[in-house]
């Protein structure tokens, strides 16, 4: 990263830590969610397969609620310009792209203790699979979210557009996701999920290449 992607990251690390929206966003969603959840299931025993699931979908929603802004913000502020004059797109992309990699690592990786102390279901066998999953998985949904970001910034209806556009993109990331932390729940081998671990591999790879590719006719649109 260069030192003026790292310094893009720092402007919104510290005017996140000033306003506080998206992590504010972020909290709320994932305690009301879990506490939804919590409340529904009582003293039932929800199955392995259902709390992977669930899982999954409270990250996803998480990041819908708190993602959408990396560069909507700068549309907000009138700032979009200046960041056009004094960087190059590639730049402008690597900061905000590293911006969110640390917000939802940050975010799952609460969600993940919040599920492990109050769901007796998630229980994983294969410790080193979850943890390759949720990298990956982490990291796809940063990525994806970020170049979407950019795609909806100079639209009008920004908060409807970006769950709409996230969700058939996002998709096969989630699914894959939940079917290899399922099989981490179940104790199966890395050579079990060989094909799991090269789908999500490969939407990485494609969705990272695919965003600096097309971001930079995307931010001088």
């Known amino acids: 990263m260069t030192n003026k992607a790292y310094a893009l990251y720092q402007k919104d ?14 909290a709320m969603f994932v305690i009301v969610a ?20 669930l ?4 990250i996803f929603f998480s990041a ?8 909507v913000s700068e549309e907000e502020r009138g700032t979009t310009l200046a960041l056009q004059l004094v960087a190059a797109p590639t730049t ?3 900061g905000k792209l590293f911006f969110n990699i640390v ?17 007796d279901s998630f229980a994983i066998k294969n410790f080193g699979l979850f943890i390759v999953a949720f990298f990956f998985g982490c990291a796809g ?3 994806a979210s970020t170049i979407i970001a950019a795609i909806i910034s100079k639209a009008g209806a920004k908060g409807t557009l970006y769950p709409v556009l996230s ?3 996002l998709l096969p990331l989630i699914l894959t996701s939940v079917q290899l932390t399922l099989m981490a729940f179940d104790g199966s081998t890395f050579s079990d999920a060989k094909f799991e671990l090269a789908i999500i591999i490969c939407y990485d790879v494609i969705m990272l290449t695919a965003s600096y590719l097309l971001f930079d006719f995307v931010w001088k649109d």
Do not use: K
């Not at 819908?64 to 560069?71: D, E, I, K, V, Y």
């Open 13 to 26: 690390f510290h005017s996140e830590m000033r306003t506080r929206y998206a992590v504010n966003s972020l």
């Open 34 to 53: 879990i506490s939804v959840i919590l409340f529904s299931v009582g003293n039932e025993t929800i199955t392995q397969s259902l709390t992977a699931g």
């Open 55 to 58: 899982f999954w979908v409270v």
């Open 64 to 71: 819908m609620s708190g993602l959408s802004r990396a560069f």
């Open 92 to 94: 402008i992309f690597s």
């Open 103 to 119: 917000l939802v690592f940050c975010m799952n990786i609460v969600i993940t203790i919040l599920y492990s102390a109050l769901f």
């Open 141 to 143: 949904l940063a990525i």
């Open 167 to 169: 969700f058939p993109i």
